[in-house]
């Protein structure tokens, strides 16, 4: 369920970058940790290098965009939570 949903918020969060004026080099950020989460709950890598990548993406997002903050948030959370 938890991976779904981290599927799900990481989908929501690409829908929000695509709307939002957002630089290329943050779009490509997001792009990286989307892949990494991916893989991650994938394939049970470790997790700390992309929670920290996670964490720095959502402090960009502090100001600006805060749904995509939001989301990358609760994504930060389930990972942890799942004890990936």
């Given at each position: 369920?938890?991976?779904?949903?981290?599927?799900?918020?990481?989908?929501q969060?690409?829908?929000?970058?695509?709307?939002?004026?957002?630089?290329?080099?943050?779009?490509?950020?997001?792009?990286?940790?989307?892949?990494?989460?991916?893989?991650?709950?994938?394939?049970?890598?470790?997790?700390?290098?992309?929670?920290?990548?996670?964490?720095?993406?959502?402090?960009?997002?502090?100001?600006?965009?805060?749904?995509?903050?939001?989301?990358v948030?609760?994504?930060?959370?389930?990972?942890?939570?799942?004890?990936?």
């Amino acid at each position: 369920m938890s991976k779904d949903r981290i599927r799900e918020l990481l989908t929501q969060l690409r829908e929000e970058i695509r709307k939002s004026d957002v630089d290329d080099e943050l779009d490509q950020l997001v792009s990286d940790i989307d892949t990494e989460i991916h893989g991650v709950i994938d394939d049970n890598a470790d997790i700390d290098a992309v929670l920290e990548q996670a964490k720095k993406l959502e402090a960009n997002f502090a100001t600006s965009h805060p749904t995509a903050e939001r989301v990358v948030r609760e994504v930060i959370d389930l990972l942890v939570h799942m004890g990936i």
